[in-house]
């Protein structure tokens, strides 16, 4: 059985050989493990920046790649961002915020979206990487969720007492960056994707209330999912910190997967989630992925193993968000070899 099939029965939460197991993202570290930046994969000839992309999950022997990982903030420069991907070794960033009022959004063109180069070079990477190993492996596509893409846009601090002072305003820019996710994920698809991910940082229990959660986040993770439709073979949703309080909440938005950070207790995500959709996590990224030994790495991995497992299966390992550009490749390794070998360790 390849990669990929494990990958997909996993997701339609049927039995499968051993445990499937992927990173999430991982692009500024395959770059950073070159001395490149993100920038650089966008110059370079879509053959090598795929071969490079290639040659690392050879490596990490992932059941998923990410096309164009690391890469959630080209949609944002595509609409006129100022947007940092010439770093080596660190992720983008947004320099700052696009818009001055939340209705401003209304002067953002959508259709510029197809138009940015760096974008259009990781199509081609996406096209390359499916014709090459696409029969093996996942090949998966991530961008933020509405909520994160207007939290960008205006700015964090503006933008998070703007969900408590006019909810309005929320809602009509989301209606606007649930298209931006929709586009986005359109474009890569035809590309040659099959797996899709809505990353919402800005949805965090830390950030926001399970109130908030239900009133802005859900209906419009929903919208996106229910926009794509049947396009990809799956849909996941990431986000970061504590989100234990808005666990049962996830699978009303359609989607087929869930990807936890560390903060959640796995023990409880497999009781709110079991038997209705396949969830990740959640080895911590820095005191685990980057800081632990490859034996304490094994430790943690069958812990998370066993307190995940459920009835109905549908557990991948994975780090509990994107791991640092400086996670050894012996810790990344041993993670694997967990999930190629359990229960035998």
């Known amino acids: 059985m390849t990669p ?19 990173l999430l ?35 990490v022997r ?20 100022k947007v940092n991907f010439h770093r080596p070794g660190a992720a983008s960033d947004v320099a700052e915020p696009l818009l001055d009022n939340p209705y401003d959004i209304d002067k953002i063109n959508l259709e510029n979206i197809k138009d940015d180069p760096g974008l259009n070079a990781m199509l081609e990477n996406t096209r390359i990487l499916k014709d090459s190993i696409g029969d093996e492996v996942m090949i998966g596509i991530s961008q933020w969720g509405p909520l994160t893409l207007a939290g960008l846009l205006l700015g964090t601090e503006k933008f998070m007492k703007l ?12 209606g606007c960056t649930t298209q931006m996710v929709y586009r986005y994920w359109d474009l890569f698809l035809d590309a040659g994707a099959e797996y899709i991910s809505q990353a919402e940082p800005f949805a965090s229990g830390d950030m926001i209330s399970k109130r908030q959660f239900v009133e802005f986040v859900v209906p419009n993770l929903t919208k996106t999912n229910n926009l794509i439709g049947d396009k990809p073979f799956a849909k996941m949703i990431h986000i970061c910190g504590d989100t234990t309080k808005f666990l049962e909440l996830i699978p009303e938005t359609g989607a087929d997967a869930f990807s936890m950070d560390y903060k959640v207790d796995l023990a409880a995500a497999r009781e709110a989630l079991d038997g209705k959709i396949a969830f990740f ?43 640092p550009p400086a996670v050894p490749i012996e810790n990344i390794r041993a993670m694997v070899d967990v999930a190629y070998s359990y229960p035998e360790n």
């Open 25 to 59: 993202s991982g692009g500024v570290w395959v770059y950073n493990q070159q001395g490149m930046s993100l920038q650089d994969s966008f110059d370079l000839p879509p053959e090598q920046s795929a071969e490079i992309t290639i040659k690392a999950n050879e490596e």
């Open 281 to 323: 996590g959640h080895m911590d990224p820095v005191a685990v992925m980057q800081m632990a030994t490859p034996e304490k790495v094994r430790e943690e991995c069958i812990r998370c193993v066993k307190d995940a497992q459920g009835e109905k299966g549908g557990y991948f390992m994975m780090p509990g968000c994107d791991i």
């Open 163 to 174: 969900l408590i002072k006019d909810k309005a305003a929320v809602h009509y820019m989301m």
């Open 4 to 22: 990929k099939e494990i990958f997909e029965k996993a997701i339609r939460l049927e039995p499968t050989p051993r445990i499937p197991v992927t």
């Open 62 to 81: 992932s059941d998923l790649v990410w096309a164009a990982a690391g890469c959630n903030n080209l949609v944002l420069r595509a609409v006129g961002a």
